[in-house]
């Protein structure tokens, strides 16, 4: 099983239907989606200013990340929306704020996003990879340091908190994804193009 970052920032791209539509069939082995949260995660931030609790706030932008899945589900109706980490199908689609809202060793606040429910969804399930879907382009085939990417606010900075050691292999990808899908046969071939991130 493969665990696939789609960032919240492609609600805004054209292309995001197509990505989500070469996703659900490329992989042939099982995956489940994570979604970002996007401008729907910008509202609560602009929300926590007033009244919320930082605890509150990370709750609902859980909940912001769902409504972008929803979104990922009305242009898939394949994909299958699941709460539950004994719940998965072959294509499927997480909600992560029932689990996580009681999970005590995630932290609830802004450095925990949906980067961080990615890389806790990965250490806690027996999956093969990670993969970081994002909107701006960072090349093919390089190797990124988490701390580089961390620095240009391309990964969050609780990221690595939730990584168990001996899960390694990670991947992130720009909008380059959508014409590798086209040319590649294989999940072997694709990801010897993604660029890979180091600890």
């Known amino acids: 099983m493969w665990i696939i970052k789609i960032g919240g920032s492609w609600i805004k791209n ?32 602009e929300a926590s200013k007033y009244n919320i609790s930082e605890q509150t706030g990370h709750f609902l932008a859980l909940k912001a990340t769902e409504i972008f899945g929803y979104l990922i589900k009305s242009m898939n109706s394949n994909l299958h929306l699941t709460a539950n980490l004994d719940n998965f199908r072959e294509k499927n689609l997480w909600m992560p704020s029932k689990k996580l809202k009681n999970e005590i060793e995630f932290e609830k606040n802004w450095e925990s996003t949906s980067d961080s429910v990615a890389s806790w969804l990965y250490s806690n399930t027996a999956s093969s990879g990670l993969i970081y879907i994002k909107s701006l382009s960072l090349g093919l085939k390089n190797k990124y340091k988490i701390k580089e990417l961390q620095k240009r606010n391309i990964l969050d900075q609780n990221f690595v908190k939730y990584l168990k050691k001996e899960k390694k292999k990670i991947f992130i990808i720009g909008p380059e994804i959508l014409e590798l899908y086209e040319r590649q046969e294989c999940l072997d071939d694709l990801l010897l193009n993604f660029n890979s991130v180091d600890l």
């Open 14 to 45: 054209p292309n995001l239907k197509r990505l989500v539509l070469l996703t659900s069939s490329f992989f042939r082995e099982k995956f489940v989606i994570v979604p970002g949260g996007g401008i729907f995660a910008d509202s609560v931030r």
